[in-house]
C-alpha cells in the first residue's frame, strides 16, 4: 500500500513577552540554585566533572566559583511527523545562562538509537548558524578556536548510538540560545502495532572493571516527575496511508483527535497556523497533555493499525544525482507461521543489579515465572540471575528437564531475588552461553535487563562471534531503557526484543511474545525484487523472521514502475513464498530522509561488525560525510553566523503542511520536464522560490518591476547553478502583494 510522507516540521516562535521572559530565568535559577546545591553537597570536592553529567541535563561552569553546575533547558519542544513506517522529527531547546558572565554550555541528552540524525542550527541573538558535518577531530578543534577567542559556535557530537553532547560557545550573561535538531527515525512494528519510543533521559550506566567514567557513566540527576507542560512539549502529526484503529502512549497523558478536532490547541502551540490547510489522509493528531509532562521517561506512542497487517509499506526518494532510494517494510501473513514447536532447552538470565530497584525487579520476576509456566515435560531449562556475580537456581549450571519439581524449584529461586550490586553483564552473558548443551533440542536464551551498561559493544562482539550462534530474546522492564542495547543484541541474537514500560501490562506481552518464540520461525530469507534494479541493499542483521514482526530492506535502486517483490525462506524444512506487486513509482510515497535512514541502517552494521575494533571506521566516516549523518566519527558545527530579520529556528520559515485558500491562485502541473504555473486570477508577484523538503532554496526568481500574474510562469528545473534537480518533492513558494502561497509537487522529469 503506498505510504505519503511528509518531511518538515511545523515549529513555534519565539516568546518575546518580557514577563514570560523574566518569569522563565527566575524559574530556572531557582531550580538550577537548588540543584547545585544537591550535586554539590553530594561531590566531595565541591565539583562535577562534565563527563559525569546525566539528564538530559546541562552542565555550565558558574564564573564566580569555577564550578560546575548542572542546570535543564528551559524549554524543550518535540515536534514530529509519523507515517506508517518514519517518524520525522525536530527538536528544539532553548537554553539560559543564569550567571552574570559568559560560559560555556556542554548539554547531555538522549535520542533514539535508531535514529538518523541529519542536521542543526544554533540561533544566538538575531544571528542564525547552520551546522555543517565534518569529520570529528577537525570540527572539535574549530570549535576549540572560537571557543578560546570569545566567538559564538555550537557543536553537535555522539557520544554513543543513543546519547549525544551539544556545546555552545559561548553564552553571554543572562542570554538565551535556541537549539534545533533534526532526526528521521524508522518506528518499530509488532502484531500490526506501530511504536515510536523518544528518550527524554540517560539513565544510569554501570562501569564494569576499572573503566574510566564517561559521559554515561555515574549517578544520574532525574528532573522532578511532575514540571509544566509549556516547558515541556511533545506535538505530533500522524499521517497514514492506512486506517488507524488506536492512538495511545502508555507512559504520558495525552490528547488525541482529528486535525479539525485538534486545530485550537495546534494553533496555541503554533504547530498550525489560523489559515492553514490540509489534505493529508487519516491525520491525527496526539499532543502531551500541558497540565503535567513526565521528561524523566521515555515517551512513547503506539498507533494501532485497523487491520492485520498482511501488506507492505514503502517509501522511496532520490538524491541530487537522480540515484533513486528505497525503504520496504513487508508484513507476512501469520497463516505462513502456522505450525507446532518442537522440544526446547531454554535458559533464562535475569538481572538483579542495583538499577533494578522496585517495580522493574517485580516486573521480571512476572516475565520468568510467566515464561517457566509455558514449559512442558519434554523441555529442559536452566534459570540464573546476575549481578556483579552469577548464580544458578540448579545450582550446577547445567539444564534440568522441566518436570514440575524442577519447575517448582525455578519458581522459587526466582521470587527469591533481590537487588544489590553491579551490573556485570558482559560476565553474565558469557557464563550463560557456557551453559553446557544437555540435548539436542532447539536452545533458546531470554535475557532479562534494563541494559544499563557502557560496554555494549564488547557484550554485542562477544555474542555476536559465539561458535553456537546463539538465539537470544531480550525483555526490558523500565520507563528510560536502554533499547539500542535490547534491540542490538536481541539482532545479532537473531531474535527480537520485547521492552515494556510501567504502564504496560505484563500477561499480553509475555503471550505475544511467546506465541512468536514458539512458532515456527522463517529462515533462509532471499528476496527477489521482480527485476528491480538494486544496489547496495541493506537486510536485517538477524536471520530469522517472527510471526508479527516485519522484514525490512533498504537500500538503492534504478528504474520505476510495478515490479513484483518475492521473498522465499525456509520453514522447518519448507520453502515458502509471500509476494506483493509493489509500484516503485515516485508519486506518493517520497520522503527525502530515505537515504538518509539507508546510511544511518549502512552505518549501524559496519559498526556492529568491527565489533570494538576501527577496522571500518573510514568506510562509517565516508557515509557520514556523503549523507550528512551523524555517526562517533563526525560532528555538526555551527560556526558561521547569518542575520535573520525574524526567528528562524522557533519561528515559521516555510511551512509544508499546504496553506491553500478555498479559490487557489494557480493551478501547478509537471509534464514534459517543465513546471508550469497557470494563474487564477491577477496578483503581483514578489518573488518565486522552489525550496528542497528540507527548506532549501534551490531556485528563486524575482520579477523586475510589477508583474501581473496573468498567463501562465514556466521553469525547466534548473537550480540556482545551472544544474537539472534530481526527482524528488519540493515546495514552491509564490509571493504577492496579497500573501504567500505554498504547494509541494513531485518533480519526476520525464515525458
Not at 503471550?511 to 515456527?520: K, L, Q, T, V
Amino acid at each position: 500500500m503506498h505510504q505519503r510522507f511528509i518531511t518538515r516540521f511545523i515549529a513555534s516562535r519565539r516568546t518575546t513577552d518580557p514577563d514570560v521572559v523574566r518569569y522563565g530565568i527566575r524559574h530556572l535559577l531557582f531550580a538550577a540554585a537548588i540543584l547545585a546545591a544537591c550535586i554539590l553537597a553530594r561531590s566531595a570536592h565541591g565539583q562535577i566533572p562534565l563527563d559525569s553529567l546525566h539528564g538530559p541535563l546541562c552542565g555550565m561552569v558558574d564564573p564566580a566559583t569555577k564550578q560546575q553546575v548542572a542546570i535543564s533547558p528551559i524549554f524543550t519542544r518535540v515536534n514530529v511527523v509519523i507515517t506508517d513506517a518514519v517518524a520525522q522529527a525536530v527538536v528544539t531547546q532553548r537554553f539560559v545562562n543564569p550567571f552574570n558572565a559568559k560560559s560555556e554550555v556542554v548539554y547531555l541528552f538522549p535520542l533514539p538509537d535508531q535514529g538518523a540524525v541529519h542536521g542543526m542550527k544554533y540561533q544566538y541573538h538575531d544571528s542564525l548558524y547552520v551546522a555543517t558535518i565534518m569529520e570529528k577531530a577537525k570540527a572539535q578543534s574549530i570549535y576549540d578556536s572560537i571557543k578560546n577567542n570569545g566567538g559564538q559556535a555550537a557543536l553537535l557530537l555522539q557520544e554513543r548510538p543513543n546519547i549525544f553532547q551539544q556545546r555552545i560557545a559561548t553564552l553571554g550573561p543572562g542570554d538565551t540560545a535556541f537549539v534545533e535538531i533534526r532526526l528521521s527515525v524508522p518506528l518499530k512494528y509488532v502484531d500490526g502495532e506501530l511504536e515510536l519510543a523518544f528518550p527524554t533521559m540517560i539513565g544510569p550506566r554501570y562501569q564494569p572493571g576499572a573503566a574510566k567514567t564517561n559521559a554515561a557513566g555515574a549517578t544520574p540527576w532525574n528532573p522532578p516527575e511532575n514540571r509544566s507542560g509549556p516547558e515541556f512539549q511533545f506535538n505530533v502529526l500522524v499521517q497514514s496511508g492506512i486506517e488507524l484503529a488506536s492512538i495511545y502512549s502508555p507512559t504520558h497523558p495525552i490528547d488525541v483527535g482529528g486535525l479539525a478536532d485538534m486545530r485550537k490547541a495546534l494553533e496555541d502551540r503554533r504547530v498550525v497556523e489560523p489559515n492553514d490547510k490540509t489534505t493529508l489522509a487519516y491525520t491525527r493528531c496526539a499532543l502531551l497533555k500541558t497540565a503535567l509532562t513526565y521528561p524523566n521517561r521515555d515517551y512513547v506512542l503506539r498507533m494501532q493499525r485497523a487491520k492485520s497487517a498482511t501488506d507492505f509499506s514503502l517509501a522511496l526518494s532520490t538524491d541530487a544525482k537522480g540515484q533513486g532510494y528505497f525503504m520496504l517494510n513487508l508484513y507476512p501473513d501469520p497463516a505462513l507461521f502456522a505450525g507446532k514447536r518442537g522440544d526446547m532447552e531454554l535458559v533464562l538470565l535475569v538481572d538483579i543489579s542495583g538499577s533494578q530497584q522496585g517495580w522493574p525487579l517485580d516486573r521480571e520476576k512476572e516475565i520468568a515465572l510467566n515464561i517457566l509456566s509455558r514449559l512442558t515435560p519434554g523441555d529442559d531449562v536452566d534459570v540464573l540471575a546476575f549481578n556483579t556475580t552469577v548464580s544458578y537456581a540448579y545450582g550446577n549450571g547445567t539444564p534440568v528437564s522441566a518436570t514440575a519439581q524442577n519447575l517448582a524449584k525455578g519458581e522459587a529461586f526466582v521470587r527469591g531475588l533481590s537487588v544489590g550490586g553491579g551490573t556485570e553483564l558482559l560476565a553474565a552473558v558469557n557464563a550463560a552461553l557456557a551453559v553446557p548443551v544437555k540435548s539436542g533440542k532447539q536452545r533458546y536464551f531470554v535475557f532479562l535487563t534494563d541494559g544499563f551498561i557502557t560496554n555494549e559493544t564488547a557484550i554485542l562482539q562477544a555474542i555476536s562471534q559465539h561458535a553456537s550462534k546463539p538465539t537470544i530474546f531480550t525483555f526490558g522492564a523500565g520507563n528510560s531503557l536502554n533499547r539500542f542495547f535490547l534491540e542490538e543484541c536481541a539482532k545479532v541474537g537473531n531474535g527480537f526484543a520485547t521492552p515494556m514500560v510501567e504502564g504496560d501490562a505484563t500477561g499480553p506481552l509475555v503471550e505475544a511474545a511467546w506465541s512468536r518464540i514458539e512458532s515456527p520461525q522463517l529462515t533462509d530469507i532471499r528476496v527477489d525484487f521482480g527485476g528491480l534494479e538494486v544496489k547496495d541493499a541493506v537486510f536485517p542483521v538477524s536471520t530469522r523472521l517472527y510471526r508479527g514482526l516485519p522484514y525490512r530492506v533498504s537500500g538503492k535502486y534504478d528504474g520505476q514502475g510495478p515490479h513484483t517483490v518475492s521473498v522465499k525462506a525456509n520453514r522447518q524444512g519448507t520453502e515458502v513464498t509471500f509476494s506483493h506487486a509493489i509500484d516503485f513509482s515516485l508519486a506518493d510515497v517520497i520522503s527525502w530522509s530515505v537515504p538518509k535512514l539507508w546510511a544511518r541502517e549502512k552505518m549501524g552494521q559496519l559498526t556492529l561488525q568491527q565489533g570494538t575494533g576501527s577496522a571500518n571506521q573510514e568506510a562509517i566516516t565516508a557515509l557520514s560525510l556523503e549523507y550528512q549523518v551523524l555517526c562517533p566519527y563526525t560532528a555538526f558545527l555551527a560556526s558561521q553566523p547569518q542575520a535573520v530579520g525574524n526567528p528562524v529556528i522557533v519561528g515559521n520559515p516555510v511551512r509544508l503542511i499546504d496553506a491553500r485558500p478555498e479559490a487557489p491562485l494557480f493551478d501547478l502541473a509537471v509534464r514534459n520536464s517543465m513546471l508550469y504555473l497557470d494563474w487564477k486570477s491577477p496578483a503581483e508577484v514578489e518573488t518565486i522560490r522552489i525550496l528542497d523538503l528540507q527548506g532549501r532554496v534551490v531556485f528563486e526568481f524575482r520579477p523586475s518591476g510589477r508583474t501581473p500574474a496573468l498567463g501562465r510562469w514556466i521553469w525547466d528545473g534548473r537550480d540556482a547553478n545551472g544544474r537539472f534537480l534530481g526527482r524528488g518533492r519540493y515546495l514552491i513558494s509564490v509571493k504577492t502583494r496579497a500573501g504567500v502561497r505554498n504547494r509541494i509537487f513531485v518533480w519526476a522529469p520525464g515525458p
